[in-house]
């Protein structure tokens, strides 16, 4: 009788091992068929399904199945842009900046040219691009994957920012917000810098807010935090004088909170050092940039009027048609403001000219109702975070600042905008999803 129970016990498991089998089988076929159309894309192909893995082992994800469809819908997204940039056609911004940066870094691995990642801004991120492409071919696929990889991370740590503030009721909101904003949905799909640029800026917020949150001092959370700011600020020179800031709103945060110290003086002293030894440390790395080498100097004007003057180049079209005066402190003073506005508005109505125009108004349109909800959002809540949102905000409104006093044309700004505005849209959810609802339910 057992023997008999046995026999027909067996079919059933074998039905289900074949099933599992087959449903793997499904599963793994469209990878082996990219690998075999295109095979110098293999890693690319590879990394598909490890970010899929790695989607799918991560708690902010999967805690909601909401959350969790949000991810894998701007995901599969994103490879479609891919998949389509590298075998149909070039989408639009793709071009030049995209192109050159898989140019030049498959040139240094073809041709070994030597490869330097003591470096900064586009030509770290050339030579990082060609450090890869020696490891597993050359591969523009693969390159955008990598890519697609930051910006996963990135959405990561934007949710676990959110979870600090306010707790994960808005996740899938700020997922979908995050990664369907057109400009972000291509420009961290391609070989740009910008998927790395938002991801460790995003890893720098967090861990600044766990430091400031903390009533005692962590070295661990500390060197974290610095290694984020450092490959941060290694990215872009902008980027970099954003470090310095906000290094010294940190050593200001750690003093006041865990150090104990209340003297003003003191601690700006202190805080001065702290940068000091930072830039010190750049230059012993050898890492000096035009930024680092200006604060030491004493010369942040001129550096800004010659950056300014390199992006003026870049699109005549598109330019402000504002100056930023930098004969002293008092004009800066005086025209830095006017500046910041052109940055968050501009295009203005009358400076319209093409369809490109439209989208960069709607997108800064969109920006200033989330900057307004924000705000709301600030001024009504009382909870215990209110000093971190407060903090939160201050950072978004100096990287914001930052970037426009280097910024002449609204279309460098669309994607300069992109660093910043995963903070902006989780101060923002609260309020706008609210509003969002009561106007739906105010038409139904």
Do not use: C
């Not at 909601?64 to 490879?79: P, Y």
């Not at 930098?326 to 295009?347: E, G, Q, R």
């Not at 997108?363 to 809540?381: C, D, G, H, S, T």
């Amino acid at each position: 009788m057992k023997i008999g129970m046995r026999l027909e016990m067996n079919p059933p498991n074998k039905v289900l091992n074949y099933k599992n089998i087959f449903t793997y089988f499904i599963l793994i076929v469209p990878f082996i068929l990219l690998i075999l159309a295109t095979p110098e894309d293999w890693f690319g192909v590879v990394l598909i399904f490890l970010i899929l893995i790695y989607i799918f082992t991560q708690k902010v994800f999967v805690e909601n199945i909401n959350t969790m469809v949000a991810m894998l819908v701007v995901f599969f997204l994103k490879v479609t842009i891919s998949l389509i940039n590298n075998n149909f056609f070039t989408i639009y911004g793709a071009g030049a900046d995209a192109i050159g940066f898989f140019k030049n870094a498959s040139f240094i691995s073809q041709y070994n040219t030597g490869i330097d990642l003591i470096n900064t801004g586009s030509e770290l991120y050339t030579n990082y691009l060609a450090l890869v492409f020696n490891f597993i071919g050359v591969s523009k696929f693969s390159g955008e994957m990598l890519s697609i990889f930051a910006f996963v991370l990135s959405v990561r740590y934007l949710l676990k920012i959110a979870e600090k503030l306010y707790g994960s009721t808005y996740n899938t909101p700020l997922v979908y917000l995050f990664g369907l904003l057109p400009s972000m949905l291509i420009y961290t799909s391609i070989t740009m810098r910008e998927p790395y640029q938002i991801l460790f800026f995003l890893m720098s917020i967090y861990y600044f807010i766990k430091a400031i949150e903390s009533n005692k001092f962590s070295f661990i959370l500390f060197i974290k935090f610095i290694i984020s700011i450092f490959i941060l600020g290694m990215l872009h020179n902008g980027l970099l004088v954003f470090t310095f800031a906000i290094l010294i709103i940190y050593f200001n945060k750690i003093l006041t909170t865990n150090l104990r110290v209340k003297n003003l003086l003191i601690k700006v002293i202190l805080s001065g050092i702290a940068l000091v030894l930072f830039i010190g440390l750049l230059n012993i790395v050898g890492i000096s940039t035009q930024a680092s080498d200006a604060i030491l100097k004493g010369d942040i004007t001129s550096y800004i009027d010659d950056y300014r003057d390199g992006g003026i180049a870049l699109d005549s079209r598109a330019q402000y048609g504002v100056e930023l005066n930098t004969s002293n402190i008092f004009t800066v003073v005086l025209t830095a403001p006017v500046v910041f506005i052109s940055y968050m508005i501009a295009p203005f109505p009358w400076q319209i000219s093409s369809v490109l125009d439209i989208y960069a108004m709607i997108e800064n349109i969109f920006r200033l109702i989330l900057l307004f909800a924000a705000i709301n959002y600030l001024r009504k809540n009382e909870e215990i975070k209110k000093t971190s949102l407060y903090q939160v905000m201050i950072l978004f409104i100096l990287m914001e600042l930052l970037w426009s006093l280097g910024t002449v044309n609204w279309g460098t700004a669309v994607r300069h905008h992109l660093i910043g505005y995963g903070l902006i849209l989780i101060l923002a959810m609260p309020v706008f999803v609210k509003a969002i609802i009561r106007s739906i339910q105010k038409f139904t």
